[in-house]
């Protein structure tokens, strides 16, 4: 890149199930909390981008209330609707004109003041599918389970060894939402069945939360407290969900590549240390490893199997415990940008593992991760 | 949290039935509904890339507009399938009925799948790769009701 940009700066609320706070006071206390890490204050920020959701809302420019709370008043400011790490990017590409050298980076939402699930119906082509009453965000995630355990022989187990290690991992996360100490495949495998294969255990829970994060540029990035450096990224859109093949996650595979040859990563299962990924339910975790090139093709399964991505295998994914713990929509995947700069900079606390030098983050967008982007980060 | 039941409506609803699409799906789907009548299942074809769209769509992936229609089978293929019972989940209430065996089917002839409801059929022996078949009325009524279920071919 022409100039380098990294993460200086870091914050996310506990994540909740009924937050006994407003968005507008969930967002003040990330920004603060960034801010306050960074080293920083509000004069210093150029640009804010958030994060949120009009339909989510309930209500249209869901920014609105969010310019006070996220430092932004008479400031460049601008939101995406979509999940943060896109937000993230749009970040990035301002830090990169030239036009500005600190960015303010927030994703929120609130689960527990509408019925978090019931929005995905609404995504759905209006002409049909939304009619006919048969796709939601949960059938709509079994039949992607189904396709990718059918193509290369998947086996429930091996989806609920994700849930299992990630809500264990979940433990040492003193912000999350869903953690079950010790979690087993038997105990995922016992978990209230949704839409087959779908279980509770190995579907987001509804969240309340907020995560913010400062993006810096030039000398100010390399004065800062700390830094991750950001060194690539990638992002493709694949076509609508009856129009593409489940069994794969093609957007994911091709923004892999694209950050990987921006990172000049050549293999990454050896090259990246550590990963943050947006598992919205836990086979998309395995069909992520194989995305992004840590497995071959199909390998899903047995990569998890051969304990290589737990906190102690040789490339740990979610130590956090990943959405699966805990998802604030529209902040979930800008919380694996936070997490994955954590782990570089030593600073993840009982879940932090040791040497991370290069770490990958990866956030979604869409039913049946439609939309995929994908950052590596770096130390020094 | 408290104080969140106490938040103030403004009574009325957001009745997203008022909401319209407009776009040449309507005109598109006229025609695809009508042919529903004759138990005939028609696909729209890309003249650039040859994909075949079920129910049809006025623009393709690669940037042409499909505008050929080509009569596909109303005999498919399963890809993937779920059984969704009755649940409650993130503010979801599914399934107040029996449970459902949702397939997605790829017709014979088209390019996308269309999902549908897969009716008279053992949950054992429901798998992907099986053929299916549209279970159609006796006198289908040319709306979207037509092709919702399926039975095993
Ligand atoms: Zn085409």
């Known amino acids: 890149m022409e100039r380098e940009v990294a993460i200086i700066g870091y914050a996310q609320t506990p994540y909740e199930e009924d937050a006994d706070a407003s968005r507008e006071i969930l967002v003040l206390r990330a920004a603060r909390e960034a801010l306050a890490s960074a080293g920083l204050s509000r004069d210093d920020i150029g640009t804010v981008i958030t994060a949120n959701n009009d339909y989510l809302d309930g209500r249209t420019i869901s920014n609105m209330r969010l310019v006070e709370p996220s430092g932004a008043c008479l400031k460049d400011e601008s939101k995406v609707e979509m999940d943060g790490a896109y937000a993230a990017l749009y970040a990035l590409m301002r830090l990169l004109s030239g036009f500005h ?161 921006m990172a000049g990563i050549e293999h990454p299962e050896v090259e990246i240390d550590l990963a943050e990924i947006s598992e919205l339910f836990a086979h998309e975790e395995l069909m992520a490893y194989e995305a992004l090139g840590f497995c071959a093709e199909g390998k899903g399964g047995e990569f998890i199997d051969s304990g290589a991505t737990r906190m102690d295998g040789i490339l740990p994914v979610n130590p956090s415990g990943g959405v699966l713990a805990a998802n604030a929509v529209c902040a979930a995947g800008l919380a694996r940008l936070a997490e994955a700069a954590m782990q570089i900079t030593g600073e993840a606390g009982d879940h932090q593992v040791k040497g991370v030098k290069t770490a990958l983050a990866h956030g979604q967008t869409g039913l049946c991760a439609q939309e995929n982007i994908v950052y590596v980060l770096g130390g020094e | 949290m408290e104080y969140k039941d106490e938040t103030t409506s403004i009574s009325g609803s957001w009745n997203l039935g008022q909401w319209h699409w407009k776009h040449e799906t309507a005109v598109l789907m006229q025609h695809f509904l009508a042919s529903l009548k004759d138990k005939k299942v028609l696909g729209l074809k890309c003249p650039e890339c040859g994909l075949v769209y079920c129910p049809p769509k006025p623009y393709c992936s690669c940037l042409s507009i499909p505008e050929e229609w080509v009569e596909i089978s109303d005999e498919g293929v399963v890809t993937t399938f779920t059984f969704s019972g009755s649940w409650s989940y993130g503010g979801m209430e599914e399934g107040a009925g029996t449970p459902r065996i949702i397939v997605g089917v790829m017709l014979d002839g088209s390019n996308t799948e269309m999902l549908s409801q897969l009716e008279d059929a053992d949950r054992d022996h429901v798998d992907v790769g099986m053929r299916v078949k549209v279970k159609w009325a006796d006198e289908p009524q040319g709306t979207i009701e037509d092709v919702m279920h399926s039975l095993p071919a």
């Open chain 1, 101 to 261: 050298d600190v960015a303010m980076v927030i994703g929120e939402s609130q689960a527990s003041v509408y019925p978090t699930y019931a929005p995905g119906v609404m995504t759905l082509d209006p002409t049909w599918d939304r009619q006919r009453g048969l796709l939601n965000e949960v059938s709509a995630a079994a039949l992607q389970a189904r396709s990718y355990m059918n193509t290369y022989g998947i086996s429930e187990e091996q989806i609920a060894a994700v849930a299992a290690k990630n809500l264990g991992n979940a433990v040492k996360n003193p912000l999350a939402l869903r953690a079950v100490p010790g979690a087993t495949v038997e105990q995922v495998m016992g978990s209230r069945m949704l839409c087959s294969p779908i279980r509770e255990m190995c579907a987001w829970p509804a969240t309340d939360g907020a995560c913010a994060i400062v993006l810096a540029a030039g000398d100010v990035a390399r004065k800062a407290n700390r830094a991750a450096w950001i060194r690539g990224v990638g992002f493709y859109h694949d076509s609508y969900l009856t129009e593409r093949p489940l069994d794969k996650m093609t957007s994911l595979k091709m923004a892999a590549d694209k950050c990987y040859a």
